[in-house]
C-alpha cells in the first residue's frame, strides 16, 4: 500500500507556497489550487474510516455559495455530521505535508492514532455541478485505490442528501435505520412525511424557489415528482434559476447569500405581491425565505425567522401532545442573530435561547443538549435535532384526546421530514409550507411575529486578524486590551444598542455587527465601532 500511496501522490503534488486549513466549510479555495488536497483528503477518509472500524465516511466536493471557480472539499462522519474537530488539524497537517514528507505523515498518524491498516476501508462521495467536479473527483479516487479504500460514487448531490445517505448507509439494518440507502429513498422519505405532516391542511397559492443555478435545481425537480400538487394536499413550486449547464450562472444574481446580502429578490423572480418565495445557496445546504409586501417592499424571512417559525410551530404541538413538561426545547443561535428574534424567543415562546461562536458543528453541537433543539445562522442554514427521548415519546405516548392524538401525529411526521443530520434547504422548505398551511399564515402573518431591530454588518480590513480574541460565544473582545470597553461605551449611548467585532475565519478583516432602536443609530454605532477596530487594526 505504501508504494501505492507514494505513486499516486506523484500525480497530486502539492503547490510549494500554499498553505491550507480546513476549517467549517473544510478546504474551500480556487479549484485550481486544489488538486493535492482533494487527494489528501482522500486519504484521511481512509484513515478515519479505519479507525471508526470500518465506518463508511462521506466526502463531498462542493464550494456552496462561491463562486463558480471555486471549489473545494469536506468530511462527513458516520451519522452525517461534521467531522470531528481533533481531525480537522490532522486533515490540515496531511493537506500541508511536503510531497517528500506526506507518507511519513500519513504512517505518523496512522501510528499515533493506532489505527489498523489492515482494517477494511468505506468511502461514500458525491459532487456539485461545478466544472471542476469531476477532475477533483478523479484525485479522490486515486487516493481512494491508493488505500485500497472500497467506494461508492454517488455522482451529482445536494450536500445534505450526502450527509442524509451517510447515516443511512452507517445505520442500515440497525434499529437507528435512517432509511433506504439511495437518492430515491431520500425523495421517498421527505415526500411520504411530507403528506403525514400536511394531513388535511392546505397550501395557497404557489412557493417560488430560486435554485442559485446549483445542483438544487435538478434535485428540487426530481423532488417535486414526488410531491401531490396544492389541490390534492401537496405544494405547488416555480422553480427559477435552475440552468446547470452554464457553469458562469452558478450563484450570479441569485441564491439565498445574494438576497440575503443584496436584500432584494433575484432579477429573474417574477414572483407577485404577498407570493411566497425562498432561495437556495449553491449546495442547497442554505434557504431563505422572502416576500414583496405592496406597503414595505422586499421582506425578508431570513434563518432566524425560520427558527422562531418552527420552535414556535413544535412548542405548540408538545403541548397539545402533552409532552411539553418532559421534553426540553430550545433555540440555538450565533451572535449574529438580530436582538428582536431572541427577545421573542425568550419572552413569546418562552423558551431558552443559546448562544454559540459562529459555526454549523458549534450550533448542531449545542443543539443536541435539548430534547428538541432548533438551530438557524441568519445566513439560513439550520436544522431541529430530536433526541432519542423525544423520538420515542412521540412514539409510544398514548393520546387521550382527537387533537392530543393529532399532535403526536404531526410531531411524527416532523421527525421524519426534517433532516436532522445538517442545515437542508430542500427539508427545511417542506418544513416551513407544512407550518404555513397548519397556521393558515400569508408570509405577512409570519413576517409581523416580531419586527427585526435595524443592524449594519461591516467589514473592516486589517494586518492580522489574529490580534482580535473573543470570549463569551464571540461576544466579547478580550484582545487588544480595552477595546471592549470601548464598544460598551458607544453602546450604553444608543436605544436598543449592540454591538460586538470578530475576526473573520478566512481572511485578514475583522466583522463588526450593530444593532438599534433605529436604523441611524445602528448606521452609526457600526461605524464608530469599526473606526476603532480599524485604529487597532493598522498598527498590528
Not at 477518509?45 to 473545494?72: C, F, W
Not at 394531513?199 to 397559492?205: A, D
Not at 433526541?387 to 392524538?405: D, N, W
Not at 449611548?493 to 478566512?506: E, L, P, Q
Amino acid at each position: 500500500m505504501d508504494g501505492k500511496i507514494l505513486a499516486a501522490s506523484s500525480k497530486h503534488p502539492k503547490p510549494v507556497d500554499r498553505v491550507f486549513q480546513y476549517g467549517t466549510a473544510g478546504f474551500r479555495m480556487k479549484a485550481n489550487l486544489l488538486d493535492s488536497v482533494v487527494f489528501r483528503v482522500g486519504l484521511i477518509a481512509a484513515l478515519r474510516s479505519r479507525k471508526l472500524g470500518g465506518q463508511t465516511i462521506g466526502v463531498m466536493i462542493t464550494a456552496s455559495h462561491n463562486p463558480p471557480e471555486d471549489n473545494g472539499v469536506k468530511l462527513v462522519d458516520p451519522m452525517g455530521e461534521m467531522l470531528e474537530n481533533s481531525w480537522e488539524a490532522y486533515s490540515t497537517e496531511l493537506a500541508n505535508a511536503r510531497d517528500e514528507e506526506l507518507l511519513k505523515v500519513y504512517k505518523g498518524l496512522e501510528e499515533k492514532l493506532k489505527i489498523n491498516g489492515e482494517t477494511t476501508a468505506r468511502v461514500i462521495y458525491a459532487r456539485d455541478t461545478r466544472a471542476s467536479g469531476p477532475a477533483l473527483v478523479r484525485a479522490l479516487v486515486d487516493a481512494l485505490d491508493a488505500t485500497e479504500t472500497e467506494y461508492t460514487d454517488y455522482k451529482l448531490l445536494t450536500t445534505p442528501q450526502l450527509h442524509y445517505l451517510t447515516r443511512c448507509t452507517n445505520t442500515e439494518g440497525t434499529p437507528q435505520s435512517y432509511g433506504d440507502v439511495s437518492e430515491k429513498g431520500y425523495y421517498e422519505k421527505l415526500s411520504e412525511a411530507f403528506v403525514r405532516a400536511m394531513k388535511g391542511k392546505k397550501t395557497v397559492g404557489a412557493v417560488t424557489v430560486d435554485c442559485a443555478n446549483g445542483v438544487g435545481g435538478p434535485k428540487l425537480h426530481e423532488l417535486v415528482k414526488y410531491l401531490k400538487k396544492g389541490s390534492e394536499g401537496g405544494v405547488d413550486i416555480k422553480i427559477i434559476n435552475d440552468d446547470v449547464l452554464k457553469a458562469e450562472s452558478l450563484n450570479h444574481e441569485c441564491g439565498a447569500d445574494f438576497v440575503k446580502t443584496k436584500q432584494r429578490a433575484p432579477p429573474t423572480s417574477k414572483a407577485g405581491n404577498n407570493e411566497r418565495c425562498c432561495s437556495l445557496d449553491g449546495d442547497a445546504d442554505r434557504i431563505i425565505y422572502y416576500f414583496s409586501d405592496p406597503e414595505h417592499g422586499f421582506r425578508l424571512l431570513d434563518g432566524d425567522k425560520i427558527a422562531t417559525l418552527a420552535a414556535s410551530f413544535i412548542g405548540d404541538l408538545a403541548r397539545e401532545a402533552r409532552l411539553a413538561e418532559e421534553l426540553k426545547i430550545g433555540v440555538v443561535q450565533t451572535a449574529y442573530a438580530n436582538g428582536a428574534s431572541t427577545k421573542y424567543i425568550e419572552k413569546s415562546l418562552g423558551l431558552p435561547a443559546v448562544c454559540t461562536p459562529t459555526g454549523v458543528k458549534w450550533l448542531h453541537h449545542a443543539a443536541t443538549k435539548f430534547d428538541v433543539g432548533v438551530y438557524f445562522e441568519a445566513n439560513g442554514h439550520g436544522t431541529v435535532v430530536f433526541s432519542p427521548q423525544a423520538l420515542k415519546a412521540f412514539h409510544t405516548k398514548e393520546p387521550e384526546s382527537p387533537a392530543q392524538a393529532a399532535a403526536l401525529d404531526t410531531l411524527r411526521a416532523l421527525a421524519d421530514l426534517i433532516n436532522q443530520t445538517v442545515g437542508d434547504a430542500l427539508s427545511d422548505m417542506l418544513l416551513v409550507e407544512t407550518i404555513l398551511a397548519h397556521k393558515a399564515w400569508t408570509p405577512r402573518e409570519w413576517d409581523l411575529t416580531y419586527v427585526d431591530l435595524p443592524n449594519r454588518l461591516v467589514r473592516v480590513e486589517v494586518k492580522n486578524r489574529n490580534l482580535f480574541k473573543t470570549t463569551d460565544a464571540e461576544r466579547k473582545l478580550v484582545e487588544p486590551q480595552g477595546l471592549q470597553e470601548q464598544i460598551d461605551a458607544l453602546v450604553s449611548k444608543v436605544r436598543d444598542g449592540r454591538s460586538f467585532a470578530r475576526a473573520s475565519g478566512t481572511e485578514d478583516a475583522v466583522r463588526v455587527y450593530a444593532e438599534a432602536a433605529t436604523r441611524g443609530e445602528a448606521d452609526d454605532l457600526a461605524s464608530k465601532v469599526a473606526g476603532l477596530c480599524r485604529q487597532e487594526g493598522v498598527g498590528s
